[in-house]
């Protein structure tokens, strides 16, 4: 998860996104980006030595900022194998719906939280990946 250091207009995030998905396809990389009231929550998959050098790289981005890594691990498959990165942006709207507020202070949300399986942002998640494969 990361702060835009500047907000970034949609053709910036068109041109980013653009960069980033023809990159990700030639390291194996797949995943989802989330844009959430000005910060990133990514989700990246692949081998773990691509993961790394991806990780790197963005934490030397200058679009990014607060960087934090949330979790890492090993999974069986992936969960977004067709995506080189889905992209979504989810509005306050789409927040109130789903935790009941417009505000979600996504630090709390992921760092506080014990009840991951019903975590507002995995609702997001969720959500968008069933609309992709409707």
């Not at 998959?45 to 790289?57: F, H, N, Q, R, T």
């Not at 990165?85 to 719906?97: F, L």
Request: aromatic fraction near 8%.
């Amino acid at each position: 998860m990361s702060s835009q250091s500047r907000i970034m207009s949609k053709k910036s995030i068109e041109d980013f996104l653009f960069e980033v998905r023809d990159k990700n396809k030639q390291l194996a990389i797949t995943g989802i980006l989330l844009l959430i009231q000005g910060k990133f929550v990514q989700y990246i998959e692949g081998p773990a030595e691509e993961i790394d050098k991806v990780y790197k790289s963005i934490s030397k981005d200058k679009r990014h900022t607060e960087m934090i890594l949330l979790d890492s691990g090993n999974l069986d498959d992936r969960q977004f194998k067709n995506w080189s990165m889905a992209y979504k942006e989810v509005n306050d709207k789409q927040i109130k719906e789903i935790v009941g507020e417009e505000n979600l202070n996504l630090e709390d949300a992921f760092l506080s939280r014990k009840d991951n399986k019903n975590h507002p942002v995995l609702t997001v998640l969720y959500d968008f990946v069933k609309a992709l494969s409707s």
